[in-house]
T-cell receptor, first 113, second 110 residues
């Protein structure tokens, strides 16, 4: 059963800032929000993660709603290399069986030149 | 250099044959995972391991075995391969939920 909801696809143009939404209305208090991306013929790549506070790294900015029921991955100045399927995943960091990641279909981001 | 490698990268097998997919990681991570990915689907977890000597069933373990003889190596074994196991298989090693994936093995069972 899917715990996150993402749009199937989004389109953008090189240089734009892209906002990828994710809804997780039933998120538990101990669940982190992880984002991965995958380009064709390659394994998924970790992008970022957060619990409650917004986070930023060299790849993206993660904005988390104050009630934690939604989040947005923000990609500044996208390039053609950012075209990928982006997965929003919830995971509790308590070890054991929670070590696994459950991937859904994600959002396919297309980038035009 | 790549921290998670898989071999072979491509494999064609016959129905009923035995197939072994190998994964090696140099990240020194305790946790390792095997996923499969089919067209139009997300990754699905087959088996995982918490360390040498341990294997755990994931969401779709039927028809697969796993072996973790060392920290670095994690194998996926198909004792009697079937056409339904035609897929792309990804291995990953992980630190908490930050998992590092290999390049994948494309398996075709005829």
């Amino acid at each position: 059963d899917a715990k996150t909801t993402q749009p199937d696809s989004m389109e953008s143009t090189e240089g734009e800032t892209v906002h990828l939404p994710c809804s997780h209305a039933t998120i538990s208090g101990n669940e982190y929000i992880y984002w991965y991306r995958q380009v064709p013929l390659q394994g998924p790549e970790y992008v970022t993660h957060g619990l409650q506070q917004n986070t930023t790294n060299s790849m993206a900015f993660l904005a988390i709603a104050s009630d934690r029921k939604s989040s947005t991955l923000i990609l500044p100045h996208v390039s053609l290399r950012d075209a990928a399927v982006y997965h929003c995943i919830l995971r509790a960091l308590s070890g054991g069986s929670n070590a696994k990641l459950t991937f859904g279909k994600g959002t396919k981001l297309s980038v035009k030149s | 250099e790549a921290a998670v490698t898989q071999s072979p990268r491509n494999k064609v097998a016959v129905t009923g044959g035995k197939v072994t997919l190998s994964c090696n990681q140099t990240n020194n991570h305790n946790n390792m995972y095997w996923y499969r990915q089919d067209t139009g689907h997300g990754l699905r977890l087959i088996h995982y391991s918490y360390g040498a000597g341990s294997t755990e069933k994931g969401d779709i373990p039927d028809g697969y075995k796993a072996s973790r003889p060392s920290q670095e190596n994690f194998s996926l074994i198909l004792e009697l391969a079937t056409p339904s196991q035609t897929s792309v298989y990804f291995c990953a090693s992980g630190l908490n939920a930050e998992q590092f994936f290999g390049p994948g093995t494309r398996l075709t069972v005829l």
